[in-house]
């Protein structure tokens, strides 16, 4: 979504957590204004107990960095804060500084639509320290949810097995934005339209929809509705089955698309959205099939996600097109991706080395891992994806035969025989765009093409095989000695 399309675009900069802002003054106050950071944006563990997820919100990130300014309204807001002790929580020197504030940090990406996988960096941010700490919650905003949308999508699309998904979540969506990240994403995770007409507009995705239950019983009976409907709108003629009967619904549906025939029209489609789906379409489908109506579709929705839709197929039901929404909305049984975003690498200014340094932990699998990351994806001699080793930047290229185990450092994988590519692509360059962002058809496109070539194994819904990530052994030397040390 266009940054501009949101409700309050002046929002931009304090769409954030305040300590955001408190570690900001914090580091200004210290003299830290020329120390630099280096980020990494990654989450630990794949969404919905899957093999693989579906980076997106990577084509928002330009415009949120080049948008994110505090003007007069921001801190006069911020001047009024109160801290907890008494007085105001934020020195005017620090305003004065957020007042002429400009992003100039460096960005790195996981191009938009392609997969990702547990502990690498999707987003590498490297600048000012203050840059990159304001840069944080907003970032994470994008990524997390519209991440964690496009692979729920991407799951359902799977098992709809080349059948049509249309996005019907607005209504069950969080909020205004919410749905409209919805759609973005559910979009490029594979769905082929969305309910959301404002959507539609914004980024030129097909919208779709018909009538709904209340125009059934805004009619004397349900025939009327249908006709009224066929007269309405006879080039987008859906009708929904199940406001009263099923079976009587098919067969008004059925008068009524033989009227249309006699005017030169057709039948679209029926819809159906409750009761038991499987039983219900075949029935529909022999119906219309002995009514010599084989050309109208047979739409379901009611609370559809990827194991019911592989449920239907596995019972033989005769669908030709999904519409589902709150299971993918919000993103049913997962409420979030649990991204985060930590500090790597720091050094005091633009013009002195880096220092690697990493977050401990009691629970081993929280450790982070130390320095200037890169991702090589490694590949099979058909482009298929075998596993990515995260690199140290400047690492020796020659010592990338094997990759060592994320947690178990006795355990590596050969990458012997398979070709490697550099994975994060720049996006920002001091503060502006890279060029333009992927469209969103080229994002929806490299989505399909990855998924296409990804190991059926990994894509399985029960017991996915894992895709390997590793470290390349120099880095994961250096993790353990830091780790050591500390």
Known sequence: ?????????????????LYELTMAQGFWESGLVDAQGCFNVFFRDNPFNGGYAVACGIGQIAELVENLRFDDESIAYLASVKAPGGGPLFKQGFLDYL????MHVDIWAIPEGD???????????????????????ALLNLINFQTLVATKASRVVYAAEGHPVSDFGLRRAQGHDGGLAVARASYIGGCTSTSNVLAGKIYGIPVFGTHAHSWVMAFPTELDAFRAFAKSSPKN???????????????NAIIVAKEMEAEGE??????????????????TRA??????????????SNDLEEYTI?????????IDTFGVGTKLATCDPQPALGGVYKLSATRDSSDEPWRPVMKLSEQLYKRTIPGIQHIIRYEDASGCPVGDMIVDEGSDTGNRSVMVNLVDPVTTYSTAGYTGRELLQPIVADGRRVGEPDSIEEAKARCKDALMRLDPATKRFLNPQTYHVGLERGLSELRQRLAAEH
């Open 115 to 137: 997969l990702a996988f547990p502990r690498e960096p999707m987003v590498r941010v490297q600048g000012s320290i203050i840059e990159c700490q304001l840069l944080e919650t």
């Open 1 to 17: 979504m266009a940054l501009t399309d949101r409700t309050v675009p002046n929002d931009v900069a304090l769409n954030t957590d």
């Open 99 to 102: 007042r002429d504030f400009r």
């Open 237 to 251: 003629c859906c009708l929904l089955l199940d406001t009263y009967d099923v079976h009587q619904g098919i067969q």
């Open 310 to 318: 592989q449920s239907l197929f596995a019972q033989g039901a005769p």
């Open 266 to 283: 057709r039948l679209n489609a029926i819809r159906i959205d409750s009761g038991d789906l499987a039983r219900l379409s075949k029935e």
């Open 287 to 300: 119906a219309f099939d002995e009514a010599g109506l084989p050309y109208v579709k047979i739409s379901v």
